[in-house]
């Protein structure tokens, strides 16, 4: 790759990374910062390469020597976070994010992004309000609107929660997702009747969840209708990784009835 300009060698590293071969990325990107020292975009694509095959203590010092040079830098402070967190260390993480906000400015899908990084190692106080900047920033952005949902049942909000995730839905109706996660949250807030409408406008070709496809069987019990009986049978297995197992449609069955009962 001698000949290869330093873009080339960031799409390289990416291609590699997208790809999940991150050890070849991270060659293929060091190589380009020796050739192009300094290059800030191949210094945060070997620190982001480090950080997928552990290195998490590599990523953080390549970032903050860039951070100390662009301290602004809404990419270098966006990285540093996600290599905070990936090295165990939420406080510094926190106040990286704090600078990467300002950086941030009104860029929505840079705060999505941030807010995502915590959600996801289960910091889901820290990424509640960066969610709900997102999408105050862009209020037609269902994604924004889906992760807020779910911070907020996450930090048993579920009033607001309902209604973000409605609003995601309401935005992006074709958004499976966040249809299965509303079902989700309706059937545990004791609404069966809307819990199973919701489930059942979400397509059995559609990519499901197991907590979803769970609450809608004990919802809607295995259908009578032989095309359907089959779709849902395939869905069960290419969801739970098998045909349900001796004994469990006569569970669910029961869960089922127990659901109908009226709530004392």
Known sequence: MSSY???EYVDRGQTLLRANRAQEALDVLEEGARRFPGDE?????TAMARLKIGDAAG???TLEDLRAKRPHSSDILEALVEAELAGGLPERAAEAARDAVKAAGT???ALYRLARSFYSRGLYRESLPLYERAAVLEADWGEAWFGLGAAEWALRQPASAEAALRRAVELEPKDW???QFLGCVLCDMGRKAEAKEMLESVPLDAPWQKPALERLVALAWWPTDAGRRSDMETLWRRVMGGSPPAGVLEVLDE????MEE???
Do not use: F, N
């Open 41 to 45: 975009d191949l210094l945060v694509g």
């Open 59 to 61: 990523a953080i010092a």
């Open 177 to 179: 997702q966040a249809r």
């Open 255 to 258: 869960v089922s009835r127990r």
């Open 262 to 264: 009226p709530s004392p």
């Open 107 to 109: 860029d929505a899908r």
């Open 5 to 7: 300009s330093s873009e």
